[in-house]
C-alpha cells in the first residue's frame, strides 16, 4: 500500500525559505489517477489545504499562498516538494502530504513539524 | 472561498452514546464532502468520502448524510477510541477547505 513521509528542517528563520521534501513508496507519483496535495495545520488549528501538484507538472495553489508557494516533482526518486518562501511566526505548522483519491486525501503521510523563528 | 462551519466545536459524551456532528457548507457542494477522524499527534485519518461513503476498514458505526449544504456524521455508539477531534472538508472547488474541527471529548 501507498505510504508517504515528509522531510526537512523543522527550524526554518523568518523570511526564509522552507523547503519540504514528500517520499512515497508502495506506488509511484508518475500515476496518473491521481492529485498529491500539501496541507499544513497550525497548532491548534484545523487543516489549510496549500495545493495540488500533478505528475506531469500542473499545478493549482492556495491563492492565499499562490504568491509564495512552489511544488515540484520528481519522478525519478518518486518525490514531491514544496517550498514555501518568505516565511513568517505564521507559517509555523505541521506540514503534510497527501494524495486526493476518489475525492478525499488518503493516505496522509505521518507530516514534519516547521516552526518559524529567529 | 467555500466556508465549512461544523456544529458543535466541542463534544462531551460517553461510551455508547450516539453522537451526531453537523457540517454546513457556505454554498453548495453537492455531495464532495468527506470526513476524517484525527488524534494528538497523528495526521488525519479518512473515515468517509463522498458525503456518505465508508472508507475501508472504518467500522460501520460511523455513517454519513447529507448533499449541498447540510452534512452530518453519526457515530451509532461511541467507543473509547472515538474520542478524537473530527474535520469536514469539501472538494467541490479550490481552494479545498476544512471545516474548524470538532472535539469530542469523554464526559
Known amino acids: 500500500q501507498v505510504q508517504l513521509q515528509e522531510s526537512g528542517p523543522g527550524l526554518v528563520k523568518p523570511s526564509e525559505t522552507l523547503s519540504l521534501t514528500c517520499s512515497v513508496s508502495g506506488g509511484s507519483v508518475s500515476s496518473g489517477n491521481y492529485y498529491w496535495s500539501w496541507i499544513r495545520q497550525p497548532p491548534g488549528k484545523g487543516p489549510e489545504w496549500i495545493g495540488y501538484?500533478?505528475?506531469?507538472?500542473?499545478?493549482n495553489y492556495n491563492p492565499s499562498l499562490k504568491s509564495r508557494v512552489t511544488m515540484s516533482v520528481d519522478t525519478s526518486k518518486n518525490q514531491l516538494s514544496l517550498k514555501l518562501s518568505s516565511v513568517s511566526a505564521a507559517d509555523t505548522a505541521m506540514y503534510y502530504c497527501a494524495r486526493e483519491n476518489g475525492g478525499a486525501f488518503d493516505p496522509w503521510g505521518q507530516g514534519t513539524l516547521v516552526t518559524v523563528s529567529s | 472561498d467555500i466556508q465549512l462551519t461544523q456544529s458543535p466545536s466541542f463534544l462531551s459524551a460517553s461510551v455508547g452514546d450516539r453522537v451526531t456532528i453537523t457540517c454546513r457548507a457556505s454554498?453548495?457542494?453537492?455531495?464532495?464532502l468527506a470526513w476524517y477522524q484525527q488524534k494528538p499527534g497523528k495526521a488525519p485519518k479518512l473515515l468517509i468520502y463522498a458525503a456518505s461513503t465508508l472508507q475501508s476498514g472504518v467500522p460501520s458505526r460511523f455513517s454519513g448524510f447529507g448533499s449541498g449544504t447540510e452534512f452530518t456524521l453519526t457515530i451509532s455508539s461511541l467507543q473509547p477510541e472515538d474520542f478524537a477531534t473530527y474535520y469536514c472538508?469539501?472538494?467541490?472547488?479550490?481552494?479545498?477547505?476544512f471545516g474548524q474541527g470538532t472535539k469530542l471529548e469523554i464526559k
Open positions: 454554498q453548495g457542494i453537492s455531495s464532495y
Open positions: 501538484m500533478y505528475y506531469s507538472g500542473r499545478t
Open positions: 472538508q469539501q472538494l467541490n472547488s479550490y481552494p479545498y477547505t
